[in-house]
């Protein structure tokens, strides 16, 4: 069985150019206590280093890109924010590989030679994120 190994190469932070925070949705309304619970755990005690990972899931249509979106606007001033979606619009979630690659993209990992991996096999990007 062939197998392809890829070498990702990391970019100076010099080289990565911070995305900017999507728009702001306006008017925002009904979701203090959610925006209060993703700020409380942004600024609370990162356990085993800086980094922080909040999820904000729910179902089609209930405001959830809303307040991704307003959270990360007010976050942006404090860490740096990267946002990915993991599911179309109507809930079709998106594959692992791809959620992978468009992550390490993010954060400034070379991905043009990784192949996507089958669906039905499980990725594990961890030993590329481990480093951020």
Request: proline share 12%; glycine share 10%; net charge positive.
């Amino acid at each position: 069985m062939a197998r392809e190994t890829a070498t990702m190469g990391v970019r100076p932070a010099s080289e990565r150019a911070a995305a900017p925070a999507p728009g702001v949705p306006e008017p925002f309304v009904g979701r203090a206590a959610e925006l209060a619970a993703l700020t409380l755990r942004l600024r609370g005690p990162a356990s085993g280093g800086g980094c922080r990972v909040l999820l904000v899931a729910g179902r089609p249509g209930s405001g959830r890109t809303s307040l991704a979106r307003r959270f990360a606007a007010t976050a942006a001033g404090e860490r740096r924010v990267l946002a990915l979606r993991l599911s179309d619009p109507d809930g079709t979630p998106h594959p692992p590989g791809l959620v992978a690659k468009r992550l390490l993209s993010e954060l400034g990992e070379e991905t043009e030679a990784l192949p996507l991996p089958a669906p039905s096999r499980r990725t594990r990007p961890a030993p590329a994120c481990a480093r951020r």
